[in-house]
């Protein structure tokens, strides 16, 4: 911040292009589409790795969004966040299996001992 700007200025600056406001949900709510930037977070991978693991059917299918350019290629591209979310949770259980390792257990609070 310059030092003879305010905060209140700067809070009025627009944002960067490279802000999804779109992705920005309140607490509690969720969107139904996955964008690549918050699917890259999510897993955390590169774009590189998100390319290929699409490519490869790694992931589940992405779709296109809105009309093509003239270049052929879509204007948006997105995932189902339903089919991300049991995708993980999908490889989640794929890696409990191969390690040995089950499932967490909630814990029920009748395990632990109450100091005497």
Request: charged fraction near 30%; glycine fraction near 6%.
């Amino acid at each position: 911040m310059c030092a003879n700007r305010t905060k209140q200025e700067d809070s009025k600056k627009p944002l960067p292009k490279t802000t999804y406001r779109h992705n920005s949900t309140a607490p509690g709510t969720e969107s139904v589409l996955v964008f690549r930037p918050e699917l890259r977070r999510m897993l955390g991978i590169c774009d590189s790795t998100l390319y290929a693991w699409d490519a490869e059917g790694i992931i589940p299918a992405s779709f296109s969004l809105g009309p093509e350019r003239s270049d052929g290629l879509a204007r948006r591209t997105a995932w189902l966040r339903s089919e991300i979310m049991e995708w993980v949770h999908e490889q989640a259980t794929k890696g409990r299996e191969r390690t040995g390792k089950s499932k967490p257990k909630a814990s029920t609070g009748q395990d632990v001992q109450q100091p005497a």
